[in-house]
C-alpha cells in the first residue's frame, strides 16, 4: 500500500485532527511515513490564524510542491484550505486537493479518488458545505456521502505518544469576538458525547497516559447543545469512574460565561482534576471588552475568579490579555494593570 506523511503546523486541536487522519489511512491499509521523499502521498495540515501562520503554511506547501516526484500526491488541509480554499490551489502550484476542517474524516475516499485521476490534472477540493467561502475552482467530483457537520468529530482509534494526551470535547464556537477569526475555520460549536470522550479517555489510560488535557474552542460551552447543564461537571464525572488511572486532567480554554458553581464544585471534588484553569479574560475595561464584543460584566468575572479560589485555595489562574486594542484608552489600559495586580493570576 502507498505511503502517506503528515505535517502539522498550528494548534493542538491541529494535532489532535492530524492523529484522526493518521488512523483512518493506516485502518484503511496505508503506511505511514516520517519521510516526505519516500511518500506516495503528502498532507500538510495547515494553519491560517494568523498572516504568520498562512506564510507558514503555503512556504511548506510550496517546499514540497517544488520537489514533488512525479506520482506524488500532495494535499493542503485543515484551516487554510477552509479559510482560503479558493486562494491555495492558486499560491501553491501541483497541489492536487484541499481538505477542510470540517471534511477531514473524508480523507479516505478523498486519496482514492485522486489516485483514481492521478495527480496534476485540476485541484479536487472537499470543503464545509455550509462555508461562505466560494470556490471557483472547477470541483470534478462530490464527497461519497455528504459532509455532515458532525463528521470532524469522527471517533478514531487513539495512539499514546507520552504521559500526556489532548483530547477534544467539542469543536467550533458560537462566539463573535470582535478580533477572533475562529468560527470562520471551525465552524459553530459541537460537543461530543459524555459516553464516547469518557472511553476515549479509558483507551489511552490503558495505554500508559497519565494526563489529559481537555481542549475546544470553548471548553465551558461543552453540553449546552446536547441540553446539558453543567456539562463540563458530567463529563468530569464520566471521566474519574472511566479510567481511574488518569492523575491529571487539566481544563483549556474556559469561555467565561458559562463558568458555573457546579463545574467549580466538580473541580474540587475530584482531586484528579489539576487545580489550574486557563480562562482568556482578553480585557477588563467594560468598554474595552464590548468593543470587543466579549463579556463585559467584571463583577460577575471578580466573582467567579473568587468562587474558583474559595473552592480550591492552592490553583493556578492563567489568562491572556490584549493590549493595544483598536479605541483603548490610556485610562482602560491602566484599569487593566489595575485588575492583573488585584487578581494575582
Keep these: 500500500m502507498p505511503k502517506f506523511n503528515i505535517t502539522t ?27 516526505p521523499t519516500d511518500s506516495d502521498i503528502l498532507i500538510v495540515n ?35 484550505s477552509e479559510r482560503y480554499a ?6 501553491v502550484p501541483n497541489l492536487d486537493g484541499t481538505i477542510s476542517t470540517r471534511a477531514w474524516p473524508e480523507i479516505v475516499p478523498f486519496i482514492e479518488k485522486l489516485r483514481e485521476q492521478g495527480t496534476n490534472t485540476q485541484t479536487e477540493t472537499i470543503q464545509n458545505p455550509k462555508s461562505k467561502i ?21 471517533r478514531f482509534r487513539r495512539k499514546a505518544n507520552g504521559p500526556t ?27 461530543r458525547p459524555i459516553a464516547e470522550i469518557a472511553s476515549e479517555v479509558a483507551e489511552l489510560a490503558s495505554q500508559g497516559v497519565k494526563e489529559i488535557v481537555l481542549i475546544a474552542q470553548d471548553s465551558t460551552y461543552y453540553g449546552v447543545d446536547l441540553g446539558l447543564r453543567d456539562g463540563l461537571a458530567h463529563l468530569f464525572d464520566a471521566i474519574v469512574e472511566a479510567a481511574p488511572g488518569i492523575l491529571w486532567l487539566r481544563l483549556m480554554y474556559a469561555y467565561p460565561t458559562q463558568v458555573t458553581p457546579g463545574l467549580v464544585k466538580a473541580m474540587a471534588r475530584h482531586p484528579q482534576v489539576a487545580r489550574y484553569i486557563d480562562m482568556p479574560l482578553q480585557h ?24 474558583f479560589r474559595e473552592a480550591m485555595p492552592d490553583i493556578a489562574l492563567r489568562t491572556t490579555f490584549i493590549v493595544g486594542f483598536p479605541g483603548e484608552t490610556d485610562q482602560e489600559h491602566h484599569a487593566l494593570l489595575d485588575f492583573i495586580d488585584e487578581v494575582r493570576f
Excluded at 13 to 34: C, H, P, W
Excluded at 59 to 79: M, V, W
Excluded at 86 to 91: D, G, L, Q
Design 9 to 35: 503546523l498550528g494548534c493542538e486541536k491541529n494535532n489532535v485532527d492530524s492523529e484522526g487522519m493518521s488512523s483512518l489511512l493506516t485502518d484503511a491499509g496505508y503506511e505511514q511515513s516520517s519521510n
Design 86 to 91: 479558493a486562494e491555495t490551489p492558486t499560491w
Design 165 to 191: 494526551a489532548y483530547v477534544k470535547i467539542s469543536e467550533g464556537c458560537d462566539h463573535k469576538c470582535a478580533f477572533c477569526i475562529i468560527p470562520a475555520i471551525r465552524g459553530k460549536h459541537i460537543s
Design 46 to 80: 495547515t494553519c491560517s490564524f494568523l498572516q504568520s501562520a498562512v506564510d507558514e503554511s503555503v512556504g511548506e506547501l510550496r517546499a514540497l510542491a517544488d520537489n514533488k516526484r512525479p506520482g506524488q500526491i500532495l494535499i493542503s488541509a485543515g484551516c487554510m
Design 134 to 154: 466560494q470556490n471557483p475552482v472547477s470541483v470534478a467530483w462530490a464527497p461519497i456521502a455528504p459532509v455532515q457537520l458532525t463528521s470532524q468529530l469522527k
Design 284 to 307: 477588563a475595561h467594560p468598554d474595552t471588552l464590548k468593543r470587543m464584543k466579549r463579556p463585559n460584566d467584571m463583577a460577575r468575572t471578580r466573582r467567579i475568579l473568587a468562587s
